[in-house]
Structure formats: structure tokens, C-alpha cells
């Protein structure tokens, strides 16, 4: 082959590998609405004030057909009521020593994304729980526990959770949805696609600065502490939706807004 033709060839090959690594394209997802207020609702639905523009519910719920919804996955770790349908899906779940590995604060066992075969195998599961989203009238999603391999007792890494989490964003582009992060405060998730974060207590720890640089008014936060959302509204209640809502979600609990 001449040098020319070969040289010519090479940058076209080049060019193909390099856009086949580029992160879905999301043009046709809708962004969060701005001007709005939010709700939190993984305890469950409840009617809220024509103010709240957005809604998050769990992905087992109905959406609001006046509200932008977003469907909340726990995309990393199982529910703890989902442990029968992991059992039957055992070699998903991560293990030490024979032993799932779990997160103690909710009792979820972690999903075991150390492979390529394996994050495969799982984000077909988790992306037929984004179909259902799609189908069901929802306009994003959030995946929840992107930061677990923090709690992995060292069997998972960084680079595991972001490989994982690209084939979810990925899967939910496809599904005509936008995707948000969850966790890791400092990681810009808009690198592999991410739309949107949702922060929970992000004033308590003082990260709500991190998110906004990251993906700027496509932030939702919530708190659970007064004078963390005090904060917060002060800090970011003009640009930002923002809530207080009870750390147990209930719906009967009267949410506030900035």
C-alpha cells in the first residue's frame, strides 16, 4: 500500500475508534426544567402545589402526568426487598469471602460490576427497569449509588463504577430519557453523559458547590436538617430547586421549598 493511501487509511480508522468512545449523544432528552421547585418522593406519591415542577419517584410508581418525573433506580446496590430476585441472580452480587458484601446504613447488597461480562449482565437487568420508566410516562432517571465501590471493601474501583455507569447512560439515551448521577460529589459525571444530579444533604457536607460546577443548574438537591437547607437556599435557592424533606420520605410529610 502507498505511504499516502496507508497514512490516510490510519486517520480514518482513527477517527471511526474515536467516535465509537464518545458517550451516547442525549439531543433528544429533556433537561430538568428551571424556575421550578422539586419533590422527593421514594416514600411515595403525593399530590404537591402547582409550584413543583418535578417530582422523584421510585421507578414502581405511577408518574405525575402534569410534572416532569424522574424514575429513581438503584442502579449499584439492591433494594432490600429485592433479595429473592438477586438470590436467583447470585454470581451478580459482590462477595468477600463467600459473604455479600453490604451496605450497612440500608442493608443493600452491592452488585458485583468487576467485569465487563458482568456489568454487561447487569445493565441489561437495570436497563429493562429504564424501559419500564420510559414506558411509564417518565422523563429521566437517577441511579442511585454510583459511589458505592466505596463501600466495596476494596473489591471494586473508581474505574469499575464509571465503566458501569456508562452503559446505564447509555441505555437510557436510547430510551429517549435523560440520565442523572448519584453520589460522588467532585466526579463530573458529564463526561460519560450524565445529564443531571441529584444531591441528598449536599449542604451538610458542603458539596452543593462541587455538583453546580459539574453540571450547573441541572442540580437537585435535598436536605434533611433546617439549617442545611437554609444554607443551601441561600447559597443556591435563586438558581437551584431545592427541598427539605423528612429523612424517611413519608407522604405525609409537609415539604418546604426555598
Known sequence: M???????????????LGLTALPAHAADVTPLPTGTDVDYQLGGPVDRPAHVGIVVRDR????????????YVNGFQTQPDAKRFW???????LKQ????????????WLLDIATPAKRRRLAAIVGRWVDGCARDGFQAVEFDNLDS???SRGELSRRDATAFARLLVRRTHA?????????????DGTRIGFDFAVSESCAQYRECGRYVEDFGTQVLMVEYRRVDFRRACADHGATHAIVLRDLALRPGHRARYC
Open 87 to 93: 438470590r436467583q441472580r447470585w454470581n451478580l452480587v
Open 97 to 108: 469471602d463467600g459473604r455479600p458484601v453490604v451496605d450497612e446504613n440500608w442493608g443493600e
Open 2 to 16: 502507498h505511504r499516502p493511501l496507508l497514512a490516510l487509511t490510519a486517520a480514518v480508522l482513527g477517527l471511526v
Open 149 to 151: 465501590f466505596t463501600r
Open 175 to 187: 430510551a429517549g430519557l435523560a440520565a442523572g448521577q448519584k453520589n460522588l460529589a467532585g466526579y
Open 60 to 71: 414502581t410508581a405511577a408518574a405525575d402526568p402534569d410534572r416532569y418525573n424522574v424514575c
